[in-house]
């Protein structure tokens, strides 16, 4: 299989064979193989030989494009399930399909909106270089809803570096906010490595990094829906103090700072995650004591 994927002819003929890029859909493509065999390497799962970094794995691929990610990925040994918007990567990606022997699921889907626990096995990798229009809801999706542990064993995500930069920002930094926050309390999070715009066909305005996230088993106990809320009023005003920016969610913040332990005057940029934590959960059994009050 490794050597008719390799067979096929160069990425840069499928460009020239229809594939121009669209803006609309964050389209920077990656013809390096080197490089994406770099990302491919970096999604590796545990226990698999160093030549088959992906053996026995399936991969979730957001946005294939032409297909030189997902090569890498069928090469290191994995399954690939890919989602791509563009209908016309269905044409580009037939040849690949047919050297993958059956490994290479192609849905002409929007991935904002997959049912991901319909496409992808429990378990699955996710290794995507992520449209950056909508990377940071992918990203907010998969670490908010349904169970944790996720669906998902870890995700490996080229993306944008200001946005790698929130992902795994801590208290005091400017890139700290409701990304890093959400990230942080549910995965491992760690930069890879950095990419520049050079490596793209067209070339981003900006670098890009990899980004590998593993979830944290333990995190399934934190009430996640109003963590989602907690970090949304708190960050909405970042510059704030806690005790005003909080009224959008509560109409005695000053209350609820004091039961978590925390001074109003704090503000969201300075708070650890098991400051958000704590206020999530006091948040969540106030919304849970309402709820039996009318019940
Ligand atoms: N994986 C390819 C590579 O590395 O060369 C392409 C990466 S390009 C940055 C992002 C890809 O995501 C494009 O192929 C684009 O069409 C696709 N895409 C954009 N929005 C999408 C969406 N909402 N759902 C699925 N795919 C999307």
Redesign the pocket.
Known sequence: MRRRVDALPPLREVLSGGLTA?KS???????DLNL?DKIARAARVAGAPPDAPLAGATVV??????????RSLLKAGAEVVA????AR?AAVLAPLQEAADGRLTVHI????T?DWRAIAPEGAVIC???????ATP?LVGWLTEGPWPPWWASATV?VQREVAGRMVGAPGRDDYGRLGVLTGVRCHASAVFDVPPTA?VPPPKVWSTVVRLDPKPEAADTPIGALSRVTAAAFGQRRKMLRSSLRSLVSDPEALLGDAGIAPTERAERLELRDFVRLAEIYADRLASAVEREA
């Open positions: 669209k859909l964050g389209q920077h493509f990656l013809f994406t691929e957001v946005g294939p494009g032409p297909g030189g990610l997902t989602v791509e918007k563009d990567a889907a929007d991935a904002l997959a995507a270089n992520l449209p950056y229009n909508v992918l080229m793209f």
